[in-house]
């Protein structure tokens, strides 16, 4: 999806690295953040239903050669130990 297709409220920055994210929700209705640009190894497909924005990952077959496919901002980000479920400490 592109930036200018997403609500615009939508686009944020992430606390820690300040990088454009949008949060979307996963086929289980989590809450998950993703770049807002397409990356070459997104594996995720954002689509707006409503006024939210979802995800649904696209299998390598079927994303070979797609521009506009993002990634989760976990991958990129520098503190993304600090946010995500596996790195906090219980």
């Known amino acids: 999806m592109k930036r200018e297709e997403m609500p615009a ?3 944020q ?3 820690s690295c300040a ?3 949008v949060w979307v929700l996963t086929d289980r209705d989590k809450r998950m953040p993703v770049d807002v640009e397409p990356a070459p190894e997104g594996t995720y497909v954002v689509r707006r239903v409503g006024d939210v924005l979802r995800i649904a990952v696209v299998s390598a077959k079927l994303a070979f050669g797609r521009r ?3 990634r989760s901002h976990f991958v990129g980000c520098p503190q993304s130990r600090k946010w995500s479920g596996s790195g906090r400490r219980r």
Do not use: F, G, K, Y
């Open 9 to 11: 409220n939508a686009v």
């Open 13 to 15: 920055q992430c606390a």
């Open 19 to 21: 990088a454009e994210i």
């Open 68 to 70: 506009d496919l993002h």
